[in-house]
């Protein structure tokens, strides 16, 4: 579902990204740890078509993400860590802006709007302007639009960054439906205790170079470490020596 292989991402003398390769297959959750300017989002971004590689290929779906991103966009759901909505938009206004962009039928995109707002609680304030919500509601509308067209992968740059408990939570269990249903899900986070809860497969990134991967489990005994978090410290440390 979700392919990279050797990708690399350059911003001048600095390779944010080095020949990375991993994959995500369906009904798996993927996450990707590293510490600030490790390439997380470099890497994201140009598996969502916002960047283009140096080098390298990925796809999304068999559809490569350079020669076709439109194919890849309509196959892709991205939430960045900066939320961007129109202020001037509704909530409903929002996610429904972004359903005609995807080709929606009226009727279809009506009912999707109805199933959204349920799912994730906008309700209460789907008449509201987004520049009057709070960052949980804002996070709840930009999911909710990222998802609108039910595409079969989810790429989440830090989902739950500024969130209280129970918008949190929110995102745990559409995370978790989510892979039910068999979508590949790609996300990263600084969070240890997400990574416990929900991913299958852990990805380290140091220096744009992925440094080890594994289950959660895996991590931990090949480092000998108590935690996770203790684990990712080792490599994370390792990596930058």
Do not use: W
């Not at 962009?101 to 279809?108: F, I, N, P, S, Y």
């Amino acid at each position: 579902m979700i392919r990279l292989h050797d990708i690399t991402k350059a911003y001048g003398p600095l390779k944010a990204v080095d020949r990375l390769s991993l994959s995500v297959e369906a009904g798996e959750v993927y996450a990707l740890l590293g510490p600030n300017g490790a390439g997380k989002t470099t890497a994201l971004r140009c598996l969502a078509t916002l960047l283009t590689p140096d080098g390298g290929s990925a796809a999304i779906c068999g559809v490569d993400v350079t020669h076709d991103p439109l194919g890849a966009r309509r196959r892709l759901a991205f939430l960045a860590a900066s939320m961007g909505l129109y202020e001037r938009l509704t909530a409903r206004e929002m996610i429904g802006y972004f359903g005609m962009l995807q080709g929606l039928d009226a009727r279809v995109l009506e009912a999707r709007l109805d199933e959204l707002i349920e799912l994730f609680g906008i309700g209460d304030f789907a008449g509201r302007l987004c520049g009057r919500l709070s960052t949980g509601q804002r996070q709840r509308v930009s999911l909710a639009r990222a998802l609108v067209h039910d595409p079969p992968v989810l790429i989440l740059d830090e989902p739950t960054l500024g969130l209280d408990v129970l918008s949190g939570q929110t995102i745990y269990d559409f995370i978790r439906r989510e892979r039910e249903r068999g979508k590949a899900i790609l996300f990263s986070t600084h969070q240890m205790d997400e990574v416990d809860l929900l991913a299958d497969r852990v990805g380290v990134l140091g220096k744009g170079r992925l440094v080890a991967e594994g289950s959660p489990a895996e991590l931990v005994a090949s480092r000998g470490a108590p935690t996770l978090a203790r684990a990712f410290l080792d490599l994370v440390t390792e990596s930058q020596a």
